[in-house]
């Protein structure tokens, strides 16, 4: 058996949740980073379990034939992009395959075949009232690259004393020094270059996590992709930051920049932002578009960070929900109303549910600006909004729409939904482990998986979205 610092080979036969290769050498279970499906590589035992470890990639002996050169010089160091070496058309299939192997092992949707597999003659398992399931082929992006509209750079100090920006590597808060990461906006660069040097100049300092001292700790950049605008927001360690209006004025350089604001936060916090905004220069906003809908992005406001995707993520959806202009629809976790605005276009109603006030605040400014006066919104947790709503004002559910956290639903939330009873339940997931746990959960109280769609939107990355469309079975 391999101990600690022993160098061993292995073939890479899958990916873990987290990015690293799989391999196995004598039944005994291997994760190695840095590696793509096929590769056989040699490694190093670096911690052992009962039944797997944890080895560091010491060379690549044979590459995968889907291995390709990172475009990212510190993607390694970073690790951010886990799948940067592995070809974009092999991670939609990993992807794919991802979405399959959770809701076949997890939600028990025994019926579900890959794309391809139902028209190849492939043999599924059907139960009762159940046909073959074809999953719809994954839709993936054009150009993986430059597809991410926000960024948040924690800000420090390099060994030799310099002002650096870029990310936290994997588990610590070790700054890798990186202002221009190729899937962020090529702005990012020249903005992070004129806040370093003005900081410089009036001898500004970064925060330092050890002593909590410091101002600047993070900067964050927002880009509509639709109307070209920017925002900027710097995340401080104070009350004020001396000289804005010198930042104010160089980064008003920068094409597209029309906000700039300072986010308080003086918290011993791994929280990025705080609660207090101090607009320095523009409406303290941008507005950006997916589809015909238009949305007002703050600072401190959830947006889809790959709108172009985002908008394929929606027509799915809409596409799923089936709705010809008198469904009565239920957005559950509704954000700043993103989806709800969408399908608002074709419901009769839409009502939107959201447990934080200021995002309610935004879905309703956002169907203002639209002229969209169909759609609702209610502060609180679903589970608690549903139940009153329709109980006391009668107000049913032909859809439910839910877009969770990727820690899934409340399971208060699921049996309201159950208990409402809606024809269809089109079902949005960042992470197809809890999407498949809460499959299997309404699969056992009367719903059916009809139809099951994954769409990129983290290019390079092991995150992938998913939309399932769910009917209730007919007694």
């Known amino acids: 058996m391999l101990e600690k610092n022993e160098q061993f080979f292995v073939e890479i036969k899958d990916i873990s949740e987290d990015g690293a290769g799989i391999g196995k050498t004598d039944g005994f279970t291997w994760f190695v980073k840095d590696t793509v499906i096929g590769d056989v590589v040699e490694a190093k035992v670096m911690k052992k379990k009962k039944n797997y470890g944890f080895a560091r990639l010491v060379r690549v002996i044979t590459p995968s034939p889907d291995r390709v050169e990172q475009k990212c010089p510190v993607a390694r160091a970073c690790g951010g992009c886990q799948l940067q070496s592995m070809e974009y058309k092999a991670q939609l299939r990993f992807k794919e395959r991802k979405i399959y192997g959770h809701l076949t092992r997890i939600g028990g949707v025994e019926n579900l075949v890959l794309p391809g597999e139902a028209r190849s003659g492939k043999e599924g398992v059907a139960g009762e009232g159940e046909s073959i399931l074809e999953m719809?082929?994954?839709?993936?992006?054009?150009?993986?690259?430059?597809?991410?509209?926000?960024?948040?750079?924690?800000?420090?100090?390099?060994?030799?004393?310099?002002?650096?920006?870029?990310?936290?590597?994997?588990?610590?808060?070790?700054?890798?020094?990186?202002?221009?990461?190729?899937?962020?906006?090529?702005?990012?660069?020249?903005?992070?270059?004129?806040?370093?040097?003005?900081?410089?100049?009036?001898?500004?300092?970064?925060?330092?996590?050890?002593?909590?001292?410091?101002?600047?700790?993070?900067?964050?950049?927002?880009?509509?992709?639709?109307?070209?605008?920017?925002?900027?927001?710097?995340?401080?360690?104070?009350?004020?930051?001396?000289?804005?209006?010198?930042?104010?004025?160089?980064?008003?350089?920068?094409?597209?920049?029309?906000?700039?604001?300072?986010?308080?936060?003086?918290?011993?916090?791994?929280?990025?932002?705080?609660?207090?905004?101090?607009?320095?220069?523009?409406?303290?906003?941008?507005?950006?578009?997916?589809?015909?809908?238009?949305?007002?992005?703050?600072?401190?406001?959830?947006?889809?960070?790959?709108?172009?995707?985002?908008?394929?993520?929606?027509?799915?959806?809409?596409?799923?929900?089936?709705?010809?202009?008198?469904?009565?629809?239920?957005?559950?976790?509704?954000?700043?109303?993103?989806?709800?605005?969408?399908?608002?276009?074709?419901?009769?109603?839409?009502?939107?549910?959201?447990?934080?006030?200021?995002?309610?605040?935004?879905?309703?400014?956002?169907?203002?600006?639209?002229?969209?006066?169909?759609?609702?919104?209610?502060?609180?947790?679903?589970?608690?909004?549903l139940p009153e709503q329709y109980e006391k004002n009668g107000i049913s559910a032909d859809v439910i729409v839910v877009d969770p956290p990727r820690k899934g639903c409340d399971k208060a939330c699921l049996d309201t939904i159950v208990e409402m009873a809606p024809e269809k339940v089109v079902y949005i997931s960042c992470d197809s482990a809890t999407l498949a746990r809460d499959v299997k959960y309404l699969r056992e109280r009367g719903y059916q998986v009809k139809r099951v769609r994954g769409v990129d939107q983290f290019g390079h990355c092991v995150h992938v979205e998913c939309v399932v469309l769910m009917s209730r079975v007919k007694e």
């Not at 997916?290 to 709108?307: D, L, T």
């Open 136 to 385: 719809e082929p994954i839709l993936g992006m054009e150009n993986p690259w430059r597809y991410r509209n926000k960024a948040q750079f924690p800000c420090g100090r390099n060994k030799d004393g310099k002002i650096v920006f870029g990310f936290y590597a994997g588990r610590t808060h070790a700054i890798i020094e990186q202002k221009d990461c190729v899937l962020g906006i090529e702005e990012n660069g020249k903005i992070l270059e004129i806040i370093g040097e003005f900081m410089e100049k009036f001898g500004i300092e970064p925060y330092d996590e050890q002593g909590h001292s410091g101002l600047v700790r993070h900067v964050l950049i927002r880009k509509g992709f639709k109307t070209g605008k920017i925002m900027v927001c710097l995340v401080i360690n104070g009350d004020k930051l001396t000289h804005g209006e010198e930042l104010v004025r160089r980064l008003k350089k920068v094409e597209g920049v029309v906000s700039v604001s300072c986010n308080i936060n003086r918290e011993r916090t791994n929280v990025i932002l705080g609660e207090k905004m101090i607009n320095l220069f523009g409406p303290g906003y941008i507005t950006d578009r997916i589809g015909e809908v238009s949305y007002r992005i703050s600072p401190q406001s959830f947006y889809q960070v790959n709108p172009l995707q985002t908008e394929k993520l929606y027509q799915t959806a809409l596409e799923y929900a089936g709705l010809t202009g008198e469904e009565t629809v239920w957005d559950l976790y509704c954000g700043i109303g993103t989806i709800s605005l969408f399908l608002a276009q074709k419901a009769k109603k839409v009502y939107g549910v959201e447990i934080i006030p200021a995002a309610v605040a935004d879905a309703q400014e956002n169907a203002r600006i639209n002229g969209i006066v169909n759609a609702e919104f209610y502060t609180g947790r679903a589970e608690v909004v």
